[in-house]
C-alpha cells in the first residue's frame, strides 16, 4: 500500500471515528495543552506482569494521572499462551532519531530478554528476543545510546550469585559479546501515584505524545462499547421502536464479479475432529503407539495401553522387529489371554451393516487362531469371527463382521486360542458404508452434513496443528500418505494422538468427492507462536541449513498433487490409487504467526522457491491471529512488499463486532493481495452457539459478498468438536459417535454456502430512521448466480422487531417467476432454529416482511423455469 492509500485510510478512518463521536456524544477529554510534560512508563507485579506496558502523565512530577487508568499499550509475545507471556521490568528508552525503544526481561529463567520499537507508543513494530551467551537469565535490563550504539545492560542471577552484564548493538538485530560489569546504570525512577510506589521510566516528551495515549485509549474503550453490544440489552437500547420500512433499489448496472470460492470450510484436528471423528477408524489406538508425551506428560494413564484391556498388559509391550520404523510398537499375547479395546467412548454399530476387521500379526514357532468378537458390557456377542496366523513375519489379515442390531457401546475382544504366542499390531474396524465407499474412509453422516455446506474449497490439515509443537512437531504431510503401517502418528498439538490414518491422501480425495479445491496449510519455517519446546516462542525456527530440504518437501507436495504418473512424487499419488492430478492451486504457507525476523527470513524462502518453480500456484500469507496490532500491520507489510498473492486473516469477535464492522473491507486497497478470511467466528459470553451468534455472522457475510472482489475465500473455524472431548467452543457441528448435531450457525453458513453468487449487484438501502444502531442491523445483498441463471437476495433483521422491505430488483426480473424462500429465525438465545422453506412467486418489485431476529434468502429463477 503506497503513502497515499495509507494516508486515504487513515483519513477515512478519523472522519467515521467523528462522525461516530457526533451521532452518539461520546465524551472527549479537551485537555489545555502545556507544550511539554512528563510521561511516566511502568508496569505492575500484579497478575505476573502480564497486564502490559501503562503509563502516567504529569506536568509537575508530583500530581500524575493514569491513562486507563492502567490501559496496556504493549504486551509480550514470548512463551506458551497468555500465562507465559510476560512484561517484566520494562525500560523505555527514546533514541536520538525520535524512535522509541522497549525492553523488557520475559521471565525469571530464560536467558533472552525482548525488545520492540515504536514511532508514537501507540503502534508497535515487531517483538525479537536476544539471547546473551552469558548469564543464567536476563534481569532489569536496561538500555541507553553511546558513541552511535545501544547499550543494553542487565542483571544475571546463578544459584544466589548476582553478575552484571553488557552487550551493544547498533539495530537490535545483531549484538556483541556480553562483557561483565560491575553494576547497572541507575536510570529508573520511583513515581508516587496516588497510594503506590511504583518504579518505571520519567520522560518529558511533547503534549502531543500524551494526548496520542490518551486518544489511543479513548478509542479503544468507545470500541470496547459497542463490540459489547449485545441482544440482552435491545428491550431497552431499543424501547419504543415498534416497526421499521426499508426501501431496497438495486442498480442492476453497478455490478462486479465476485470471487467463486467464497464459502468453503476449514478443517482442524481439535475435538477429536479426525480420529474418533470423521476417520471412520472404530478402534482406538490402534497401533499401539499412544504415548505420555501425546498430553505433556500430564495424564498417567495415557500411554501405549490407552483404550486397550488385557491382564498384565505391560508385559505384553514389545518392539523389536516392528511392522515398520514407523510404528514401533506392538503387543505380544498368550493363549487364552484375551485383549479388548474400547473403541472411541466405545464402538457404535448399526443393524444389518457391515465391519470390516484387520489385523496385522505374526506367531512364535507354530500357527496360531485368532477369536474376534464384537461384544457389550454384559458379553453379550454380536458377532465373531476366527483368524489363522500362519506367518512368522508380519502379515496383514482381514475378515468382516454382518451385525443384525444396532448397539451403542460395544467392544472389540481378541483371544489367541492356541499355546503359540502372537504379536499383534495396526488392528482395525472400519463400517464398510463410509462417505463414497472409500476404504480407510471418512464417516458417512458426518462427511454428508459438511459436504451439504456445499463448500467451495477445504483448508486442512489445521491451523496450530499444522505448525506445531515445536520444530519437531510440525506436521509432515510425506508421514501420512503410503501403506497406514508406514504413516508416522504424531503428538496433536491440542493434546492427544494423531494417528494420521486421516492423511493427505484422504484430504484430497474429500475435496475432490465434494468438487472443493483442496488447500493445503504448511508451516512457514517457525512452529507455533505459542510453542513450549526447542526455546520459548517461535524464534526456534528452522535451522537455516535444513530449510533447503524443507523447501524441497514443499515442491514435492506440489508434484504429488499435480505431476504427471511419470514424476516421482506423481508416481506415489498414483500407488494409492489416483492416477490424475488433483490439480491443486492454492498453497496456505504460515498460521497466525508471530511476525519476527525469523519468520520472515523463512516465509521469504518458501515464497520465492513456489514462485519460481511453480508461478500457477496461489501462496496464501499469514497475517496473525487478530484482526488489528503487530502482526496484522507487519504480515501485511511483508505481502505488500513481495506482492504474495493472498493472505489469511483470523479474528473471533463477539456479536457487536461484526455489527460495527460492515465496513472493514470497504477501505481495502484493490491492488494488494486478496482475502482469505480463513477462521472467524462470533464469540458471546460463555461461548454458545445460537440464534445471536449466527445473525451477527450472516450480517458481516452480506457485507463480505458486498467485498467479494478482494474477499477471495471465508471459511467459519473451528469446524467439528466431539462431545466430551471438546477443547474449543463455540464450533460449527458437535457430534458424538452416532449423532450429528448443527448448529445455528451451521444453517447460516449452508444458507450462504447454497446460495452463493458470481455476480453482486450495489443496492440503495434506505431505512426510515437515522438511528445508526437500527441502521446496522439490517443488513441486505443481491447476488446472481450466473450458472445456475437465478438472482439471490438475503435480508437480515438482528432487531426485535419486524421489518417491512420493499424491493425493486430493476432490470434483473423481467416479468413474474418463482422463486423459493427460506426464513432462518428465533430467539436471540435459542440454540436451535426456526428454518421454513416454501416456494413463492415474485417480480421486479417486492414487499416483504422481515421477523424480528431473521435471516431471509430469496432465491430467484431469473426465467420462470
Given at each position: 500500500?503506497?503513502?497515499?492509500?495509507?494516508?486515504?485510510?487513515?483519513?477515512?478512518?478519523?472522519?467515521?471515528?467523528?462522525?461516530l463521536?457526533?451521532?452518539?456524544?461520546?465524551p472527549?477529554?479537551?485537555?489545555?495543552?502545556p507544550?511539554?510534560a512528563?510521561?511516566?512508563?511502568?508496569?505492575?507485579?500484579?497478575?505476573?506482569?502480564?497486564?502490559?506496558?501503562?503509563?502516567?502523565?504529569?506536568?509537575?512530577?508530583?500530581?500524575?494521572?493514569?491513562?486507563?487508568?492502567e490501559?496496556?499499550?504493549?504486551?509480550?509475545?514470548?512463551?506458551?499462551?497468555?500465562s507465559q507471556k510476560?512484561?517484566?521490568?520494562?525500560?523505555?528508552?527514546?533514541?536520538?532519531?525520535?524512535?522509541?525503544?522497549a525492553?523488557?526481561?520475559?521471565n525469571e529463567?530464560?536467558?533472552?530478554?525482548?525488545?520492540a520499537?515504536?514511532?508514537?507508543l501507540?503502534?508497535?513494530?515487531?517483538?525479537?528476543?536476544?539471547?546473551?551467551?552469558?548469564?543464567s537469565?536476563?534481569?532489569?535490563?536496561?538500555?541507553?545510546m553511546?558513541?552511535?550504539?545501544?547499550?543494553?545492560?542487565?542483571?544475571?542471577?546463578?544459584?544466589?550469585s548476582?553478575?552484571?552484564?553488557?552487550?551493544?548493538?547498533?539495530?537490535?538485530?545483531?549484538?556483541?559479546?556480553?562483557?561483565k560489569?560491575?553494576?547497572?546504570?541507575?536510570?529508573?525512577?520511583e513515581?508516587?501515584?496516588?497510594?503506590?510506589?511504583?518504579?518505571g521510566?520519567?520522560?518529558q516528551?511533547?503534549?502531543?505524545?500524551i494526548?496520542?495515549?490518551i486518544?489511543?485509549?479513548?478509542?479503544?474503550?468507545?470500541?470496547?462499547?459497542?463490540?459489547?453490544?449485545?441482544t440482552?440489552?435491545?428491550?431497552?437500547?431499543f424501547?419504543?421502536?415498534?416497526?421499521?420500512?426499508v426501501?431496497?433499489?438495486?442498480q442492476?448496472?453497478?455490478?462486479?464479479?465476485?470471487?467463486?470460492?467464497?464459502?468453503?470450510?476449514?478443517?482442524?484436528?481439535?475435538?477429536?475432529?479426525?480420529d474418533?471423528?470423521?476417520?471412520?477408524e472404530?478402534?482406538?489406538?490402534?497401533?499401539?503407539?499412544?504415548?505420555?508425551?501425546?498430553?505433556?506428560?500430564?495424564?498417567?494413564?495415557?500411554?501405549h495401553?490407552?483404550?486397550?484391556t488385557?491382564?498384565?498388559i505391560?508385559?505384553?509391550?514389545?518392539?523389536?522387529?516392528?511392522?515398520?520404523?514407523?510404528n514401533?510398537?506392538?503387543?505380544i499375547?498368550?493363549?487364552g489371554?484375551?485383549?479388548?479395546?474400547?473403541?472411541?467412548?466405545?464402538?457404535p454399530?448399526k443393524?444389518?451393516?457391515?465391519?470390516?476387521?484387520?489385523?496385522?500379526?505374526?506367531?512364535?514357532?507354530?500357527s496360531?487362531k485368532?477369536?474376534?468378537?464384537?461384544?457389550?458390557?454384559?458379553?453379550?456377542?454380536?458377532d465373531?469371527?476366527?483368524?489363522?496366523?500362519?506367518?512368522s513375519?508380519?502379515?496383514?489379515?482381514?475378515?468382516?463382521?454382518?451385525?443384525?442390531?444396532t448397539v451403542?457401546?460395544?467392544?472389540?475382544?481378541?483371544?489367541?486360542q492356541n499355546?503359540?504366542?502372537?504379536?499383534?499390531d495396526?488392528?482395525?474396524?472400519?463400517?464398510?458404508?463410509?462417505?463414497?465407499?472409500?476404504?480407510?474412509?471418512l464417516?458417512?453422516d458426518?462427511?454428508?452434513?459438511?459436504?451439504?455446506?456445499?463448500?467451495q474449497?477445504?483448508?486442512?490439515?489445521?491451523?496450530?496443528?499444522?505448525?506445531?509443537?515445536?520444530?519437531?512437531?510440525?506436521?509432515?504431510?510425506k508421514?501420512t500418505?503410503?501403506?497406514?503401517e508406514?504413516?508416522?502418528?504424531?503428538?496433536?498439538l491440542?493434546?492427544?494422538?494423531?494417528t494420521?490414518?486421516?492423511?493427505?491422501?484422504?484430504?484430497?480425495?474429500?475435496?475432490?468427492?465434494?468438487?472443493?479445491?483442496?488447500?493445503?496449510?504448511?508451516?512457514a519455517?517457525?512452529?507455533?507462536?505459542?510453542?513450549?519446546?526447542?526455546?520459548?516462542?517461535?524464534?526456534?525456527?528452522?535451522?537455516?541449513?535444513?530449510?533447503?530440504?524443507?523447501?524441497?518437501?514443499?515442491?514435492?507436495?506440489?508434484e504429488?498433487?499435480?505431476?504427471?504418473?511419470?514424476?516421482?512424487?506423481?508416481?506415489?499419488?498414483?500407488?494409492?490409487?489416483?492416477?490424475?492430478p488433483?490439480?491443486?492451486?492454492?498453497?496456505?504457507?504460515g498460521?497466525?504467526?508471530?511476525i519476527?525476523?525469523?519468520?520472515?527470513?523463512?516465509?521469504t524462502?518458501?515464497?520465492?522457491?513456489?514462485q519460481e518453480?511453480?508461478?500457477?500456484i496461489?501462496v496464501?500469507?499469514?497475517?496473525?491471529p487478530?484482526?488489528e496490532?503487530?502482526?496484522y500491520?507487519e504480515?501485511?507489510?511483508?505481502?505488500?512488499?513481495?506482492?504474495?498473492?493472498?493472505?489469511?486473516?483470523?479474528?473471533y469477535v463477539?456479536?457487536?463486532?461484526?455489527?460495527?464492522?460492515?465496513?472493514?473491507y470497504?477501505?481495502?486497497?484493490?491492488?494488494?493481495?486478496?482475502?482469505?478470511?480463513?477462521?472467524?467466528?462470533?464469540?458471546?459470553?460463555?461461548?454458545?452457539s445460537?440464534?445471536?451468534?449466527a445473525?451477527?455472522?450472516?450480517?458481516?457475510?452480506?457485507?463480505?459478498?458486498?467485498?467479494?472482489?478482494?474477499?477471495?475465500?471465508t471459511?467459519?473455524?473451528?469446524?467439528?468438536?466431539?462431545?466430551?472431548?471438546?477443547?474449543?467452543?463455540?464450533?460449527?457441528?458437535?457430534?458424538?459417535?452416532?449423532?450429528?448435531?448443527?448448529?445455528?450457525d451451521y444453517?447460516v453458513?449452508?444458507?450462504?454456502?447454497?446460495n452463493?453468487?458470481?455476480?453482486?449487484?450495489?443496492?440503495?438501502?434506505?431505512?426510515?430512521?437515522?438511528?445508526d444502531?437500527v441502521?446496522?442491523?439490517i443488513?441486505?445483498?443481491?447476488?446472481e448466480?450466473?450458472?445456475?441463471?437465478?438472482?439471490?437476495?438475503k435480508?437480515?433483521?438482528?432487531l426485535?422487531?419486524?421489518?417491512?422491505?420493499?424491493?425493486?430488483?430493476?432490470?434483473?426480473i423481467?416479468?413474474?417467476t418463482?422463486?423459493?424462500?427460506?426464513?432462518?429465525?428465533?430467539?436471540?438465545d435459542?440454540?436451535?432454529?426456526?428454518?421454513?422453506?416454501?416456494?413463492?412467486?415474485?417480480?421486479?418489485?417486492?414487499?416483504?416482511?422481515?421477523?424480528?431476529?431473521?435471516?431471509?434468502v430469496?432465491?430467484?429463477?431469473?426465467?420462470?423455469k
Amino acid at each position: 500500500m503506497d503513502q497515499l492509500q495509507q494516508f486515504k485510510n487513515q483519513l477515512i478512518i478519523v472522519l467515521k471515528m467523528t462522525l461516530l463521536a457526533l451521532l452518539f456524544a461520546i465524551p472527549v477529554k479537551t485537555l489545555a495543552n502545556p507544550g511539554k510534560a512528563y510521561l511516566f512508563a511502568y508496569t505492575k507485579n500484579e497478575n505476573r506482569s502480564r497486564n502490559g506496558l501503562h503509563f502516567a502523565w504529569s506536568t509537575d512530577k508530583v500530581n500524575w494521572h493514569k491513562i486507563g487508568p492502567e490501559h496496556g499499550f504493549l504486551f509480550s509475545d514470548y512463551g506458551r499462551w497468555g500465562s507465559q507471556k510476560r512484561l517484566v521490568q520494562p525500560f523505555l528508552f527514546q533514541d536520538t532519531n525520535g524512535l522509541w525503544h522497549a525492553i523488557w526481561s520475559v521471565n525469571e529463567s530464560d536467558t533472552a530478554f525482548a525488545h520492540a520499537a515504536s514511532e508514537d507508543l501507540v503502534h508497535w513494530k515487531r517483538q525479537s528476543y536476544p539471547m546473551p551467551s552469558n548469564g543464567s537469565n536476563v534481569l532489569e535490563p536496561v538500555v541507553f545510546m553511546k558513541d552511535d550504539q545501544y547499550v543494553i545492560q542487565y542483571k544475571s542471577d546463578n544459584n544466589g550469585s548476582t553478575e552484571y552484564f553488557q552487550i551493544t548493538t547498533s539495530d537490535f538485530k545483531s549484538y556483541s559479546k556480553p562483557q561483565k560489569i560491575d553494576k547497572i546504570q541507575t536510570l529508573k525512577t520511583e513515581v508516587v501515584i496516588g497510594n503506590e510506589t511504583l518504579t518505571g521510566t520519567l520522560h518529558q516528551v511533547d503534549w502531543k505524545v500524551i494526548q496520542g495515549l490518551i486518544d489511543a485509549k479513548d478509542l479503544s474503550k468507545y470500541k470496547q462499547s459497542l463490540h459489547a453490544e449485545t441482544t440482552a440489552e435491545d428491550a431497552t437500547r431499543f424501547d419504543g421502536l415498534e416497526s421499521v420500512s426499508v426501501a431496497v433499489k438495486v442498480q442492476p448496472e453497478q455490478k462486479k464479479q465476485i470471487s467463486d470460492k467464497l464459502m468453503g470450510i476449514f478443517f482442524e484436528d481439535i475435538n477429536y475432529a479426525a480420529d474418533g471423528g470423521l476417520y471412520a477408524e472404530l478402534i482406538q489406538n490402534r497401533d499401539f503407539e499412544y504415548h505420555p508425551s501425546d498430553k505433556q506428560y500430564r495424564d498417567k494413564n495415557w500411554n501405549h495401553f490407552f483404550a486397550w484391556t488385557s491382564k498384565n498388559i505391560e508385559s505384553k509391550l514389545d518392539s523389536v522387529n516392528p511392522i515398520h520404523e514407523n510404528n514401533k510398537y506392538y503387543l505380544i499375547l498368550n493363549n487364552g489371554e484375551s485383549l479388548t479395546n474400547e473403541g472411541f467412548d466405545a464402538i457404535p454399530l448399526k443393524a444389518d451393516e457391515k465391519y470390516n476387521f484387520s489385523i496385522s500379526a505374526k506367531t512364535y514357532g507354530n500357527s496360531n487362531k485368532l477369536l474376534v468378537q464384537l461384544v457389550d458390557d454384559a458379553g453379550k456377542v454380536y458377532d465373531e469371527v476366527n483368524i489363522k496366523v500362519n506367518a512368522s513375519s508380519w502379515k496383514k489379515y482381514q475378515k468382516s463382521f454382518k451385525i443384525k442390531e444396532t448397539v451403542a457401546d460395544a467392544k472389540l475382544v481378541i483371544t489367541p486360542q492356541n499355546s503359540s504366542k502372537v504379536a499383534v499390531d495396526m488392528v482395525s474396524l472400519f463400517p464398510e458404508n463410509t462417505f463414497h465407499n472409500h476404504k480407510n474412509g471418512l464417516r458417512k453422516d458426518l462427511a454428508q452434513v459438511i459436504a451439504d455446506l456445499h463448500p467451495q474449497f477445504v483448508r486442512f490439515p489445521g491451523g496450530c496443528v499444522a505448525h506445531g509443537d515445536g520444530v519437531d512437531n510440525i506436521y509432515d504431510w510425506k508421514s501420512t500418505i503410503g501403506p497406514l503401517e508406514t504413516r508416522k502418528p504424531n503428538r496433536n498439538l491440542w493434546n492427544y494422538h494423531q494417528t494420521v490414518g486421516l492423511g493427505y491422501y484422504e484430504y484430497f480425495q474429500f475435496c475432490e468427492d465434494i468438487n472443493a479445491a483442496p488447500v493445503p496449510v504448511i508451516a512457514a519455517g517457525v512452529p507455533c507462536q505459542n510453542s513450549g519446546t526447542g526455546g520459548a516462542g517461535q524464534q526456534c525456527g528452522i535451522p537455516m541449513e535444513e530449510m533447503d530440504a524443507y523447501i524441497q518437501d514443499i515442491l514435492d507436495l506440489i508434484e504429488w498433487a499435480n505431476g504427471d504418473a511419470a514424476t516421482e512424487w506423481g508416481k506415489k499419488r498414483a500407488a494409492a490409487g489416483h492416477p490424475k492430478p488433483f490439480n491443486l492451486k492454492y498453497i496456505g504457507i504460515g498460521n497466525e504467526d508471530l511476525i519476527t525476523d525469523v519468520f520472515e527470513e523463512r516465509f521469504t524462502m518458501i515464497f520465492n522457491a513456489i514462485q519460481e518453480k511453480h508461478p500457477e500456484i496461489t501462496v496464501i500469507g499469514t497475517v496473525g491471529p487478530f484482526y488489528e496490532g503487530t502482526d496484522y500491520d507487519e504480515g501485511w507489510e511483508i505481502a505488500n512488499r513481495l506482492a504474495v498473492p493472498m493472505v489469511d486473516e483470523h479474528y473471533y469477535v463477539p456479536p457487536g463486532w461484526f455489527i460495527y464492522n460492515q465496513d472493514y473491507y470497504d477501505a481495502y486497497d484493490r491492488n494488494n493481495a486478496k482475502v482469505y478470511l480463513g477462521e472467524y467466528a462470533s464469540h458471546l459470553p460463555g461461548r454458545p452457539s445460537n440464534i445471536e451468534t449466527a445473525l451477527s455472522e450472516a450480517l458481516y457475510l452480506a457485507a463480505v459478498e458486498r467485498n467479494g472482489d478482494i474477499v477471495e475465500m471465508t471459511s467459519y473455524a473451528p469446524l467439528l468438536a466431539k462431545e466430551h472431548h471438546t477443547q474449543w467452543t463455540p464450533d460449527l457441528i458437535y457430534f458424538n459417535n452416532t449423532e450429528v448435531k448443527p448448529t445455528t450457525d451451521y444453517y447460516v453458513q449452508q444458507l450462504y454456502g447454497q446460495n452463493a453468487g458470481t455476480i453482486y449487484y450495489n443496492s440503495k438501502v434506505l431505512v426510515d430512521t437515522d438511528d445508526d444502531k437500527v441502521q446496522k442491523r439490517i443488513g441486505v445483498s443481491v447476488v446472481e448466480d450466473e450458472k445456475d441463471d437465478a438472482i439471490i437476495v438475503k435480508y437480515i433483521n438482528m432487531l426485535p422487531v419486524s421489518v417491512n422491505v420493499t424491493t425493486n430488483l430493476g432490470t434483473l426480473i423481467t416479468s413474474e417467476t418463482t422463486a423459493e424462500k427460506t426464513v432462518f429465525s428465533g430467539k436471540p438465545d435459542a440454540k436451535e432454529a426456526s428454518l421454513q422453506t416454501e416456494k413463492i412467486k415474485t417480480t421486479a418489485n417486492q414487499n416483504m416482511e422481515l421477523a424480528p431476529y431473521s435471516f431471509t434468502v430469496i432465491r430467484i429463477n431469473k426465467t420462470n423455469k
